[in-house]
């Protein structure tokens, strides 16, 4: 006897579209973990980076002041220092000429000594236009254990840098130099990076202020120094002056983003912030991230795409294997010998009506073919036959499909 049991049914479409959305959000919450991951690499990454810079301006600027230092200490105790500060023609020589010679050494631009009496001497003779003018004591701008850092200058293109010791009787002998070397090296671009430098700043506490000492990558330098509020919460130059180290996201002046390292300098009262344009510094994981993020696309795309075309063939299997089983039933209904005759629940008084019935029945009905059948009530389709007692068995079938 042929086997008439249905296959089974595939997996309904939603449900395999609600397994490829659960496959997809997987993969993607994987990739998207994984980026969160690199992401959090490249800032450790970029603050060793800025720390390290950090420490080697630093240092350089530590080293330019420890050597003025040591040249205004040697200035102070000459002996010829408070006869200069007198007037006396051969001190004032004798001043001259160790200008001179620390000029030459040091390869500056400027070198100057402001006595004690508030008169100025350079190596050029008298006074000069590379030093501060006659009587400018310059704005103390930080202090360390042995000396003070003295500025004069309204703009990073004419900033000199005074280092006053203590000279004859408590007076102040400072050394007037010009930073341009120093600054260069400080603001110099860490290679490969285009946008990567450092900015020194001292504190303006009478205004609130941070100020740049070095000159600006984007700014034009004979404007005054570049000013911003003690109490500004995204500006790297103020966390600079907040007593921590400080690294993150935050706004240049222009207002870009960067990607910043603010410090203090101890025991001189400086700050320093390392820097970099927050879309090159990341311009490389960005990168990465859009090629990782089609990867996983691509993936995510090729699972369903193969769950589909799966899904797909088991459907045109089932149903070959259902219209298989059909035909089957057919076949086997159409060539029974005995009467088959199947009833669907309708409105009429007996409350069935004919469905199909196969060739044997159509012989012991009173119709001529399954058309003029269809639909009728038991007592129509087989008149001679005593349809009633079976009735009440056919309604309970119908109730309960048992």
């Not at 450790?44 to 980076?49: A, I, N, T």
Request: hydrophobic content about 45%.
């Amino acid at each position: 006897m042929p086997d008439t049991t249905e296959p089974p049914a595939p997996v309904p479409r939603g449900s395999l579209a609600l397994v490829c959305a659960a496959l997809c959000a997987l993969i993607l919450g994987a990739a998207a973990w994984l980026l969160h991951g690199q992401y959090r690499i490249e800032q450790r990454g970029w603050r060793q980076r800025q720390s390290a810079l950090i420490q080697e301006r630093t240092a350089l600027l530590r080293d330019w002041l420890s050597e003025r230092a040591d040249d205004a200490q040697y200035l102070a105790r000459s002996p010829w220092i408070a006869p200069a500060a007198a007037g006396d023609p051969r001190a004032r020589l004798l001043a001259r000429q160790e200008l001179t010679r620390l000029r030459a050494r040091g390869s500056r631009a400027a070198v100057c000594l402001r006595l004690p009496g508030g008169e100025t001497l350079s190596a050029a003779g008298g006074d000069s236009a590379l030093c501060p003018a006659r009587g400018t004591a310059g704005e103390l701008i930080a202090s360390g254990p042995k000396f003070g850092l003295r500025l004069a200058g309204r703009s990073p293109a004419d900033t000199l840098l005074g280092v006053s010791v203590a000279g004859p009787d408590g007076a102040q002998v400072t050394l007037w130099a010009s930073p341009a070397e120093l600054f260069a090296q400080m603001t110099a671009q860490q290679e490969p990076y285009r946008t990567q430098t450092a900015v020194l700043l001292y504190r303006d506490a009478a205004r609130g202020q941070a100020v740049a000492l070095t000159p600006s990558r984007r700014r034009d330098n004979a404007l005054p120094r570049l000013r911003v509020a003690l109490n500004a919460p995204d500006r790297p130059e103020a966390l600079a002056f907040s007593g921590k180290k400080t690294f993150g996201v935050m706004k240049d002046y222009a207002g870009r983003e960067v990607l910043a390292t603010a410090a203090p300098i101890p025991a001189l009262g400086l700050g320093i912030v390392a820097k970099v344009d927050r879309a090159e510094a990341l311009a490389r994981f960005r990168q990465l991230a859009a090629l990782q993020g089609a990867a996983a696309l691509l993936l995510a795309a090729a699972i369903c795409g193969l769950i589909w075309t799966f899904w797909k063939g088991r459907q045109r299997a089932w149903l070959a294997e259902r219209l298989e089983s059909e035909r089957r039933y057919r076949q086997l209904f159409e060539n029974m010998k005995s009467a088959v005759a199947v009833w669907e629940p309708a409105a009429n008084e007996a409350g069935f009506a004919l469905e199909d019935v196969n060739p044997a029945g159509l012989r012991l009905s009173a119709l001529a073919s399954r058309a003029e059948a269809k639909g009728r009530p038991p007592a129509e389709v087989f008149p001679g036959l005593a349809i009633e007692p079976l009735l009440p068995v056919m309604r309970r079938v119908a109730g309960t499909e048992q």
